[in-house]
Nanobody, 127 residues
Framework: QVQLVESGGGLVQAGGSLRLSCAASGRTFSNYAMGWFRQAPGKEREFVAAISRSGLHTEYADPVKGRFTISKDNAKNTVYLQMNSLKSEDTAVYYC????????????????????WGLGTQVTVSS
């Protein structure tokens, strides 16, 4: 089992920044690729960003590319999502997720490939 706890959400004005953290426990964190997803009210959960188990490979959804940065600190068992230039459409509950990875290159945009999920943290961007 892997337990994931997100933090860092809150209320921010458009154009501002937030950094989300996701602390993991339970299994060897360095064996897991990580992802961030979000779900806005009335919408389906969508992919935001993903990072390989080594942290060397990343992928981003088009709406956040150039504004968000995902990073992974295996020594601290934590994955981060730095969010800059926030827009009202970024308002959502943000979830981190973990997928066991057998190599240093694997990243996934697909929610069903992730086994473990946190409970989410609310991000609200006011315009």
């Amino acid at each position: 089992q892997v337990q994931l706890v997100e933090s860092g959400g809150g209320l921010v004005q458009a154009g501002g920044s937030l950094r989300l953290s996701c602390a993991a426990s339970g299994r060897t964190f360095s064996n897991y690729a990580m992802g961030w997803f979000r779900q806005a009210p009335g919408k389906e959960r969508e992919f935001v960003a993903a990072i390989s188990r080594s942290g060397l490979h990343t992928e981003y959804a088009d709406p956040v590319k150039g504004r968000f940065t995902i990073s992974k600190d295996n020594a601290k068992n934590t994955v981060y999502l730095q969010m800059n230039s926030l827009k009202s459409e970024d308002t959502a509950v943000y979830y981190c997720a973990a997928a066991y990875s057998g190599n240093d290159f694997y990243v996934s945009r697909t929610s069903y490939e992730y086994t473990y999920w946190g409970l989410g943290t609310q991000v609200t961007v006011s315009s």
